[in-house]
């Protein structure tokens, strides 16, 4: 067991543990650091991997921008009363956990006892993938037209976004 | 970039829309009450798209570094995303202008929509497949929700989008696996290596999430339930938008990954399409039954015919192949149509969509009430109208594929289904009422549902008129 | 071009749609009116292009077969597969049809412009009629089983909506259930008679499926050309078929509906209840005879049902009254000859009598329609008498047919019905009881046709001078009379037999169509014999008794027709009541199936078992609504559990079962 096993099961136990306690927690502002701390673990766990340009996005745009959206907003609709967001445990509430309990065994199922075959990548090859100097290489020879076509995703949530949140049309 | 440029002129249906719609968007921002341009650019943006789809339909070439396969395939369902935008917008603008709410974002999302579809049909890389998704659905979500006054709008546009990002979630995750265990996300890897992974299991759970993710997009059964809570509360336009052209696109990826990268007849998997079509053609159908909203009404009865066409990619063979394709585009035309219909008789306030608001309607109003009729014999499957033929082919498929079973489940539902399709029928034409449209549909919006009428007929009578269409490019 | 084809069958549907969707706006009768007659008109110019061509050409040139498109396909093409495309087929027996039917049908187009004139249903009329050809083409020329089945259906259509074309109005429903009923109902019955034949159709096509895999007639007939003489499945294929053929031709036992029928306007019985649908079980077992060919014991039936109702159908034409009444017997007359000829293998035979018959029942109904109309709607040949003076080109023309169809020579019927005549002696599957039957039928048929003819134009004027202004009829329903007289006439030259130093040639020109099944049958051509000189001499001199008789009886001995009326009552009762065949299907099918389904089907089954299954479904798709509304309840997140669910099963049975 090297040094990178260990790291990975240690921050994969804190990232799983982050985020039972995040939709767990009562208070939302509670929850939202919880998030901030699974994303970290997102991002080291991205960095085991040798994906580092992968772990830096993760952490400026997931635990910087978004979360700061996140909390801003949780700020501006000044959730009072935190029990609305946490109902009595209810008939439906056991149906969907017994459901995500048998989503939960079977993937574990498939995951520990069904050996799946994977192609190996060597090491090398797999650090050089996760620098930035080939992704930025990839993304503008091999995948420009799936880069492309990002940006007409961007564009068109960019209209649908002010077309619903705008506070007077015309 | 001598390549590229090849590329940009391969895919020219794809990019010329593109075009269209970033200059839709400026001239809408360039200053007010510039809807009218709008719309006029994106019609005729989508008829020229729909001209150069129908000229590539003989050629297939792969472009930009074998993400995208232009021509064929992705022409054939080019058209019909085209028509069913096309119509879309016709019919949105009476719409729109009923209730003064016209506004150019409206028609640009829609062209936008157009864009992500005919990028999930020509997609042979996951990659731009599930971009192509994204883009359409991001689109569907505004235009669902784009009566923000609405209540009933704004409901069914969360929760469109929140059971989309959920399932878009699966989609990623299958993507992952399959990425995985193959190795690369392009369709040919995978067609390549699919022998060899078929029966890994982390391939299979991958595939799974594929399923799910589709048949959301589908709307069959299990993943249905937003279906007709978002059909009825959507615009009426863009419910018929959705019934056609999404529906439409997500079988296009749907067979573009099952039956093109993999190679499913006989396997565990085509059971477990086959289940969800079961499921989709008794639950879309019974249930279809005891609505009294029209639109929900044939939101189920969008879900039962998700369920006779997941019935050909259960039977995977090229009669399935086939029968999807036929079943599509005359499935667009009939239900464009039928929702035109509906859109003219229905009041603002979101009144006169239920059965008895159209006792008395042959009456007042004969054309109409005859294509209604046509249309709702078409969806019934009755003879001559191309329903039959579009049911003819899934069925036959299936039972080709020893999947009689469900070929027998199909045509007991589609007998279900004949009661409520013609109860409607039978409200215009021996209930006294005097159910009428408030004011005389826009000329243009008739003259294309007239249209829809009467290629319904034709292609019922005439089915090989698409049948050959396919078989340059289908060969499986 | 023979690609030119389709365009015959397209220029009656171009016509029914113009007709069909302007109709009610085109004020004008006469646009109507050569829409409609114009479009049948040029398929019969095309179909003579067609022909003439075809003369020229060597007999093995002269089929093809003109696909217009694949209608349903399976794509794979494999042998088991079901393909049938909309598909024409244009050979020496379909244009022979094609001619008939489109150029009788133009004739009597152009008589309706007279005919119907004024009434307000002039454009569906004429729509109806296009329609009708434009069917009937489907039928004779289709290439296939299931092509020509929609035009079997399709002219069944058009009769039903013609025959009920005066819905408002009621007809003489003669001796069964005395007194009158709406023509409707007469479309009715015969819509549903029809409909049990094309049961048999249907059945003897799913058969035929079975046994060959295929409905087109080039795959069929290959197939069936192979086979051995005999066996069960032919025979009850050809049966099936047959009875087909009964119901649209109007044979024992399903010939009840064409009396009725002549509920419809005049021009409707002589096109569709005379000279083309009728004809459509002939021209079905004909195209099939190499099917019938393999099932001598099916030809047997046929040959016998056929004389049977020849002789039939001719006792009962002797004592009724009504002009069309007459008429629609001696068709079923007709067409028994027709079916004895098929069953005694003479199939060139046959269809030379369906085209003659075309030519003087076209004729002599159209005559009968120029009649009811100067006499307002009378249709009782007992209220005429002596209107030769006041109509004499009818009168002409109307003789003339009389002649014809009596078996005169050198008119048209004689050749063709001494040809039936001589091969139901000579065939080795005839007989000479068949031959006699045949020649009384013959020697009845002469005494009618003179009884309707003396009653209705010559004699004492029995009709109310007062109401009754006779006229002779306007230029386009004469002309119609004219040309078809002159065909009467001469149309017989094309099958004047060898006996009597013809060519035989439409024989010899249908020759390649029926060799198969003559070879099959092992029918050798025969050598003049001196017996057919005397049967013919025989038929000719019971053909002139019958016509001698009729003159005798109504012209110079009128009081014998009502002494033997009382001295012969009993038969007089049983022919004028049409042998109580009416009455008997009421009482063996009508009215139990009405007992059965108030008792056990409406009570017993419809109550008790399928009201309760609807009800039950009701029920249970109420139950299923109830509990799937109960999980849309429009809460987003029971819709991602329910969605969950569907994964959890969906992976269950992926990887784990």
């Known amino acids: 067991m090297n040094v990178e096993t260990i790291f990975f099961y240690l921050l994969g136990a804190v990232f799983v543990g982050s985020a039972l306690m995040m939709v767990t927690r009562r208070n939302p502002v509670i929850a939202a650091l919880y998030l901030i701390l699974n994303f970290f673990c997102l991002a080291g766990i991205y960095l085991t991997l040798h994906a580092q340009f992968i772990a830096v996005i993760q952490i400026l745009v997931y635990a910087g921008a978004i979360m700061v959206l996140f909390v801003f907003v949780i700020m501006l609709l000044n959730l009072s009363d935190e029990r609305r967001l946490s109902e009595a445990i209810s008939f439906k509430k056991i149906v969907a956990g017994g459901l995500s309990v048998a989503l939960l065994l079977e993937l574990l199922y498939i995951f520990v006892y069904r050996k799946t075959d994977l192609p190996t990548l060597n090491a090398e090859r797999s650090i050089e993938i996760g620098t930035v100097e080939s992704i930025g290489r990839h993304l503008f020879t091999k995948f420009l037209f799936p880069f492309e076509v990002t940006s007409i995703l961007l564009l068109a949530a960019i209209v649908g976004a002010v077309v619903l949140a705008k506070r007077r049309l015309d | ?411 007991l539902t589609s007998v279900v289904s004949v009661y409520y399709y013609l109860r409607l029928v039978m409200m215009m034409y021996f209930q006294p009422g005097g159910a009428t449209v408030e004011e005389p549909p826009a000329q243009m919006a008739f003259i294309a549902v007239t249209c829809a009428a009467i290629l319904v007929v034709l292609f019922g009578i005439y089915p090989s008129l698409i049948v050959d269409l396919t078989k340059e490019f289908l060969n499986i | ?329 001696s068709t079923i007359s007709q067409l028994g000859y027709m079916f004895l000829a098929m069953g005694v293998a003479a199939f060139g035979a046959g269809i030379f009598h369906v085209m003659t018959h075309a030519f003087f029942k076209a004729l002599l109904f159209l005559g009968s329609g120029a009649v009811i109309h100067a006499m307002h709607e009378e249709q009782d040949i007992q209220k005429m008498g002596g209107l030769k003076k006041y109509m004499p080109t009818t009168y002409k023309t109307f003789l003339i047919g009389a002649i014809a169809i009596a078996g005169i020579p050198p008119f048209a019927g004689f050749f063709s019905k001494d040809e039936i005549l001589w091969k139901a002696f000579s065939s080795e599957y005839g007989s000479v009881l068949l031959w006699a039957l045949a020649v009384l039928g013959a020697g009845i048929t002469a005494f009618y046709m003179f009884r309707l003819t003396i009653l209705t134009f010559e004699g004492e004027e029995r009709f109310d001078h007062r109401h009754v202004h006779p006229h002779e009829a306007p230029q386009s329903m004469t002309i119609p009379l004219i040309i078809l007289a002159g065909l009467s006439i001469v149309g017989g030259f094309v099958g004047i037999p060898e006996s009597l130093l013809g060519g035989n040639a439409l024989e010899h020109w249908l020759e390649p169509i029926f060799a198969p099944a003559l070879s099959k049958l092992r029918v050798v051509p025969h050598h003049v014999e001196i017996t057919e000189y005397v049967l013919m001499v025989l038929s000719v001199g019971i053909a002139l008794a019958g016509i001698y008789g009729a003159r005798r009886v109504y012209l110079r001995r009128q009081e014998l027709s009502a002494l033997w009326q009382q001295k012969y009552a009993r038969i007089y009762k049983i022919l004028w009541n049409k042998y109580y065949v009416d009455e008997a299907y009421d009482a063996l099918f009508v009215r139990p199936a009405v007992r059965l389904s108030n008792s056990l089907l409406w009570k017993g089954l419809d109550v008790a078992v399928i009201d309760r299954m609807v009800n039950g479904t009701a029920t249970a798709v109420a139950w299923c609504a109830f509990w799937i509304r109960r999980v849309q309840t429009g809460v987003a997140q029971m819709y991602a559990t329910v969605l969950v669910g569907g994964i959890v099963v969906i992976l269950f049975w992926l990887m784990i079962k």
């Open chain 3, 1 to 329: 071009m023979f690609s030119l084809a389709p365009a015959i069958v397209f220029f009656p549907l171009l016509g029914f749609l113009f007709l069909g969707l302007l109709g009610p706006r085109l004020k004008n009768e006469r646009l109507v009116g050569i829409v409609g007659s114009g479009t049948v008109g040029l398929s019969f110019l095309v179909a003579t292009a067609i022909f003439i061509e075809m003369l020229g050409l060597p007999p093995e040139q002269r089929k093809e077969i003109i696909q217009l498109f694949a209608w349903i396909g399976t794509f794979t093409g494999t042998s088991a597969s079901m393909n049938v495309s909309v598909a024409y087929q244009i050979d020496q027996l379909s244009i022979v049809m094609t001619l008939i039917v489109t150029g009788v049908g133009f004739l009597i187009h152009v008589y309706s412009i007279g005919y119907m004139h004024g009434d307000p249903g002039f454009w569906r009329f004429f729509t109806y009629l296009n329609l009708f050809i434009f069917a009937m083409l489907n039928l004779v020329l289709a290439d296939n089983f299931l092509l020509m089945f929609l035009g079997w259906e399709g002219v069944g259509l058009c009769s039903y909506l013609l025959i009920g074309f005066w819905y408002d109005r009621k007809f003489e429903t003669g001796g069964y259930a005395p007194g009158t009923a709406y023509t409707g109902d007469a479309a009715k019955k015969a819509f549903i008679v029809n409909r049990i034949g094309d049961f048999g159709f249907l059945l003897g096509m799913f058969l035929i499926y079975v046994q060959f895999e295929s409905l087109n007639f080039d795959t069929v007939f290959g197939r069936a050309a192979v086979l051995n003489v005999g066996g069960e499945v032919m025979m009850w294929m050809t049966l099936l078929l047959f009875i087909g053929a009964t119901g649209k031709s109007a044979q024992i036992p399903l010939f009840v509906w064409l009396p009725d029928a002549m509920a419809g306007p005049t021009p409707v019985s002589a096109l569709i209840h005379a000279a083309t649908m009728v004809t459509a079980g002939v021209y079905m077992v004909a195209r099939c005879s190499i099917l019938f060919a393999l099932a001598p014991a099916t030809l047997q039936i046929v040959a016998v049902i056929g004389a049977l109702t020849a002789i039939m159908a001719a006792t009962i034409g002797l004592v009724q009254n009504d002009i069309k009444k007459v008429l629609a017997y």
């Open chain 2, 1 to 411: 970039m001598e390549t590229l440029v090849a590329d940009i002129w391969r895919s020219t249906p794809l990019v010329l829309l593109t075009l269209v719609g970033l200059i839709a968007l400026l001239v809408e921002g360039s200053g007010k009450g510039r809807a009218a341009a709008v719309y006029w650019i994106s019609l005729v943006g989508t008829i020229a798209s729909f001209v150069l789809s129908f000229l590539s339909l003989n050629t297939e070439e792969a472009a930009f570094n074998d993400m995208i396969l232009q021509g064929g395939y992705a022409a054939f369902f080019g058209m019909i995303f085209t028509a069913s935008a096309f119509g879309t917008l016709i019919l949105s603008r009476s719409y729109l202008r009923r209730l003064h709410t016209e506004r150019g974002e409206f028609y640009v999302l829609i062209v936008f929509a157009a864009i992500g579809m005919m990028l999930m049909a020509s997609a042979i890389d996951l990659i731009i497949l599930f971009l192509g998704i994204e883009v359409m659905s991001i689109c569907l979500y505004v235009l669902v929700g784009f009566l923000r006054t609405k209540l009933t709008a704004n409901e069914s546009a969360l929760k469109y989008f929140l059971l989309g990002a959920f399932t878009t979630g699966f989609l990623l995750y299958g993507i992952a696996l399959i990425y995985g265990t193959v190795g690369s996300t392009s369709f040919r890897a995978i067609s390549a290596a699919f022998p060899a992974v078929s029966n890994q299991p982390l391939f299979l759970l991958g595939a799974a999430m594929l399923v799910i993710a589709f048949s959301f997009k589908v709307a069959a059964v299990p993943f249905h339930m937003w279906a007709p809570d978002v059909y009825e509360g959507a615009p009426t336009p863009i419910t018929a938008f959705m019934s056609t052209g999404t529906k439409a696109a997500a079988f296009a990826a749907f067979v573009g990954v099952f039956l093109g990268a993999f190679q499913i007849a006989g396997s565990k998997l085509s059971e477990v399409i086959a289940l969800a079509a079961a499921a989709s053609m008794i639950i879309g159908n019974v249930v279809a039954i005891s609505q009294s909203n029209l639109k929900r009404m044939l939101a189920y009865s969008s879900i039962a015919h998700a369920g006779y066409m997941l019935s050909g990619i259960s039977a995977a063979n090229r009669e399935g192949e086939t029968g999807i394709l036929f079943y599509l585009a005359t499935y667009t035309l009939m239900n464009l149509g039928a929702f035109g219909v509906l859109s003219w008789v229905e009041q603002k306030d979101d009144t006169k969509l239920t059965f008895d608001d159209y006792a008395g309607f042959s009456a007042q109003q004969p054309f109409l009430a005859a294509l209604l009729s046509i249309f709702l014999f078409s969806l019934a499957g009755i003879p001559p109208f191309a329903g039959f033929f579009g049911k003819y082919y899934v069925f036959l498929a299936a039972v080709k594929a020893d999947l009689t079973w469900l070929a027998i489940i199909g045509v």
